[in-house]
């Protein structure tokens, strides 16, 4: 039997949140947490919490596992549990909805700040704007993102200024289309970025880097940014 | 919200180029410091005194504790723009931030004054 902990907050019954302790009969197999999350639901169906692909694709199910955030769809139990003692809570720095829901509002603030889509103000060609290998090459490991959240809401600069601080997810999508060699509007999206806190409240800590399902680089990013700023700036 | 009106510089680039700039001073002047004790380890009060005594030491000493009130300053301001802010503290915060800004420029100055008297002073 797995032993598991899980977060439990309903605003609308409950004055303040608790862990509730269960017991979950996992059948020996090294499932993941989402399933596990699953098996309790069907247990108690009042349990909150968000999925939809169970593939790591739609990113809706970032959750913090033993202290770790990442998808619960690919976690698996070997590598999340310790002691046989499975701990779930809801993404840190984030309002609570209920349960493991957060309110995001703020996460997508900051993806809206940085103006996630392509500006080019030339006349449109014929077909479609082309782009050398080499460029597009530039994109990898940027485009990836689902937008899960489990970057921005494991750092800490992200959890003291969510309001000004863009975070390491909007940040990787600025860098996305300040490297995009079809983007004619880097000049406008830098000088956006070029306050006290949009950028520079990062000091490379990489909790974000260390989390991300995807393998992406925040830090890495938010270094070109940086770099993007100090050459306009000479 | 937290106003940007204190911050040091006028963006956040400058702010952190600042940060790196004094930085490396500071490694200098404490490596500088480090290299007079470890060359003479019973230094005597005179011998240490004549250390400050030829003028680009002088203005070593002085470029560092310059770069020590502009590296606290920045580093002060965002621990304070971090912390002491609305979000964590409630509706006094922002009262409570500018008193702590206030605070740390005046210690700064004052520190500042004074270990250029010290430096320059016979
Ligand atoms: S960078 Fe990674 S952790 Fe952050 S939102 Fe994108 S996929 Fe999620
Ligand atoms: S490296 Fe920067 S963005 Fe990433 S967790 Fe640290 S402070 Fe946040
Ligand atoms: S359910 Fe879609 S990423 Fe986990």
């Known amino acids: 039997m797995l032993q598991v902990s899980i977060y439990r907050y309903n605003p609308e019954t409950d004055s303040e949140p608790y862990m509730q302790d269960l017991e979950v009969d996992t059948g020996g197999k090294d499932l993941m947490v989402l399933d596990v ?12 919490f968000r999925r939809s692909c169970r593939e790591g694709v739609c ?18 139990l070997s590598e999340t549990v310790k002691n046989n003692k499975l701990i779930v809570r809801p993404l840190p720095g984030l309002p609570v909805v209920r349960d493991l829901v957060v309110d995001m509002s703020l996460f997508y603030q900051q993806y809206e700040k940085i103006e996630p889509y392509l500006q080019n103000d030339t006349p449109a060609p014929a077909i479609e704007r082309l782009q050398s290998p080499q460029e597009r090459e530039k994109l990898d490991g940027l485009y990836e993102c689902i937008l899960c959240a489990c970057c921005s809401s494991s750092c800490p600069s992200f ?68 770099n993007m700023l100090l050459q306009r700036a000479t | 919200m937290v106003t940007a009106v204190t911050n040091f510089g006028r963006s956040g680039l400058y702010d952190w180029l600042m940060q790196r700039v004094t930085g490396v001073v500071l490694l200098c002047y404490f490596g500088f410091i480090g290299a007079v004790l470890v060359t003479h380890p019973d230094i005597s009060y005179s011998e240490w005194r004549s250390t400050f005594e030829p003028t680009w030491v002088r203005i070593f000493s002085v470029a560092a504790l310059l770069s020590l009130a502009v590296h606290a300053w920045i580093g002060l301001w965002s621990v304070l723009t971090d912390y002491v802010t609305p979000r964590m503290l409630g509706d006094k915060a922002n009262l409570l931030r500018g008193l702590a800004t206030l605070a740390c420029a005046i210690t700064l100055f004052t520190y500042l004054v004074w270990g250029i008297q010290i430096i320059w002073g016979s």
């Not at chain 1, 999350?37 to 909150?48: M, R």
């Not at chain 1, 596992?65 to 990442?70: A, F, L, S, Y």
């Not at chain 1, 970025?193 to 989390?211: E, K, M, T």
């Open chain 1, 59 to 76: 990113g809706s199910d970032g959750l913090n596992m033993n202290g770790k955030n990442g998808l619960a769809c690919i976690s698996p």
């Open chain 1, 159 to 226: 959890w003291w200024n969510p309001d000004r601080f863009i975070g390491p997810a909007g940040l990787l999508q600025a860098y996305r289309f300040l490297a995009d060699s079809r983007d004619t509007a880097t000049e406008e999206r830098l000088a956006k970025l070029d306050d006290p806190f949009s950028v520079f409240r990062c000091h490379g800590i990489q909790n974000c880097v260390a989390v991300c399902p995807k393998g992406l680089n925040p830090t890495r990013a938010i270094g070109h940014i940086r």
């Open chain 1, 37 to 48: 999350l699953e098996l309790i639901k069907a247990q108690d169906s009042t349990v909150a």
